[in-house]
């Protein structure tokens, strides 16, 4: 089993855990420490806890709950798997609210509500969705909940204060989109809890605050690309993205030109936008 930090925030931690074991390997005693969803995105497992088996598919969760103890095992087996698994901090689950024992399911069979999900945090892991992938965390955690409890939570009524927060924090966000800005920093810029933000936030402003975020260093990027003669890598750090190929696939996405092709655009080079056009 090799596990590897994807996100580590106070809030939500997210782990890629790939197993390799099989039908001759030995099953050992494992146990939760924290309340947590893994999202089984490969393979397949057994899982017994609470005097239940499960068996788990591409597409299944298990579900964590602290101090509960589990075990493993690959009896039929032969491919290993690998999950995508999200630990949350006590006061986010109290923030979800919902019954206790809705994080003692054990497991759950590949739901489309959680499915869906678990495939759009993988995207946001691969960076092919400019949704953060601590704001997917809370969305499953809520999802899951919902789904379990049978219970759907209304949306939040947005007060004038609260809208006043959202816009200053939107503002904040544009102003130092070039540093690193995670979930928890903007939340606690409004004074608020992540989980209360995020739904705040994208309630008032119709985009989640990451979203908010990569469109902010896009629209900047865009500007020095029209406006700056300095190289396309050093437009992609000065604006805050960290990695040269996830900017250059990110504006793509969003401009349906490369930044070099955007350049060439912008000093009058027609063609390039007559030729989208054309496709479209």
Same mark, same amino acid.
């Given at each position: ?30 146990q ?8 089984? #995105? ?17 597409? *299944? ?38 019954? !206790? ?25 691969d960076?092919?969705s ?18 379990? *409890? ?24 544009? !102003?130092?989109a ?19 933000f ?24 865009? #500007? ?5 003669? #300095? ?26 030109? *490369?930044?070099?092709?955007? #350049? ?5 080079n ?11």
């Open positions: 089993m090799t596990a590897t930090p994807i996100l580590q925030g106070d809030k939500i931690s997210v782990y890629d855990y790939r197993c390799t074991a099989g039908p001759d390997s030995k099953p050992f005693v494992e939760h420490t924290s309340h947590s969803i893994a999202y089984v #995105r490969k393979g397949s497992f057994g899982c017994t806890k609470r005097g239940r088996s499960f068996e788990l598919v591409t597409g *299944s969760v298990m579900i964590g709950h602290p101090g509960d103890e589990y075990v493993c095992t690959h009896d039929h087996h032969v491919c290993g798997d690998e999950c995508l698994s999200f630990f949350f901090h006590p006061e986010l689950v109290d923030a979800l609210g919902g019954k !206790a024992d809705v994080w003692r399911t054990g497991c759950a069979p590949p739901l489309s509500e959680l499915m869906v999900l678990g495939e759009l945090a993988q995207a946001a892991t960076g092919r400019d949704v953060g992938l601590d704001e997917v965390g809370h969305v499953l955690a809520n999802r899951f909940v919902e789904v379990v *409890s049978g219970r759907a939570q209304k949306p939040p009524q947005a007060t004038a204060r609260d809208r006043r927060r959202a816009v200053e924090t939107a503002l904040w966000i544009d !102003a130092h070039h540093q690193p800005i995670e979930l928890e920093d903007a939340a606690f810029e409004a004074g608020l809890s992540p989980f209360h995020l739904r705040l936030f994208s309630s008032v402003l119709g985009v989640s605050p990451h979203q908010y975020l990569v469109r902010s260093r896009l629209r900047h990027a865009a #500007r020095l690309l029209a406006d700056d003669e #300095r190289p396309i890598t050093d437009v992609a750090y000065d604006v805050g993205f960290g990695d040269l190929s996830n900017f250059v696939r990110t504006f793509h996405r969003a401009a349906g030109v *490369s930044p070099s092709r955007f #350049r060439q655009a912008s000093r009058g027609r063609k390039i936008f007559q030729e989208r056009l054309a496709v479209h």
